[in-house]
């Protein structure tokens, strides 16, 4: 069956940079592409961006270029999404979840369990 | 990209059916298929319930529904069950070839 499980909480400093991991497993890797989103406390979901773990190409969110890498090791079937120059309002649940291949573009039909970030001096 | 317009709540109760609203754009909502709605309980990851529009995945109830017109998507759930009570976002694809999720609308089971 699909997994896709991140790594454990975070708790980092304004101005550091935050790197959450998301191992797939039960299907192939490279054959869908990879979203992160993430949820500040008591909101909605916003979208970051994709990684496509064929190629490594990635398509972020304006609002976060510059800021986010994502990047995918192939040999361990697992997604990256690194946030860098952390700000409070960076505090969050990061989630990934998979595109589902065969629907519409941007449908996310896995989700991982998500990783709380919190960002506090 | 601006988020897509939904009610912050909406209530029913049980056996009952109540739908929630995602306004957009013509480049978005109104100008692709490409609609989703997700059902995500507190402290839970989301779950996709709709695609393209109205189309369920396996396993979700057909009591969950979706529909499209002009700019506005719409999730209807008939039957209402306690279970049903959570927050419901719609998302779409975009012109800009991203998608973008609405503000999320909190159903409440009377």
């Known amino acids: 069956q699909v997994q896709l499980v991140q790594s454990g909480a975070e708790v980092k400093k304004p101005g550091a940079s935050v790197k959450v991991s998301c191992k797939a497993s039960?299907?192939?890797?490279?054959?869908?592409?990879m979203h992160w989103v993430r949820q500040a406390p008591g909101q909605g979901l916003e979208w970051m961006g994709w990684?496509?773990?064929?190629?490594?190409?990635?398509n972020y969110a304006q609002k976060f270029q510059g800021r986010v890498t994502m990047t995918r090791d192939t040999s361990i079937s697992t997604a990256y999404m690194e946030l860098s120059r952390l700000r409070s309002d960076d505090t969050a649940v990061y989630y990934c979840?998979?595109?589902?291949?065969?629907?519409?573009?941007?449908?996310?039909?896995?989700w991982g369990q998500g990783t709380l970030v919190t960002v506090s001096s | 990209q601006s988020a897509l317009t939904q009610p912050a709540s909406v209530s029913g109760s049980p056996g009952q059916s109540i739908t929630i609203s995602c306004t957009g754009t013509?480049?978005?909502?109104?100008?692709?298929?490409?609609v989703s709605w997700y059902q995500q309980h507190p402290g839970k990851a989301p779950k996709l319930m709709i695609y393209e529009v109205s189309n369920r995945p396996s396993g979700v109830p057909d009591r969950f529904s979706g529909s499209k017109s002009g700019n506005t998507a719409s999730l209807t759930i008939s039957g209402l069950q306690a279970e049903d009570e959570a927050d419901y976002y719609c998302?779409?694809?975009?012109?800009?070839?991203?998608?973008?999720f609405g503000g999320g609308t909190k159903l409440t089971v009377l």
């Open positions: 998302s779409s694809y975009t012109s800009s070839s991203t998608p973008v």
């Open positions: 979840a998979r595109e589902w291949v065969g629907a519409a573009a941007g449908t996310l039909d896995y």
């Open positions: 990684i496509n773990p064929n190629s490594g190409g990635t």
């Open positions: 013509s480049s978005d909502v109104g100008g692709y298929n490409y």
């Open positions: 039960g299907y192939t890797f490279t054959g869908y592409y």
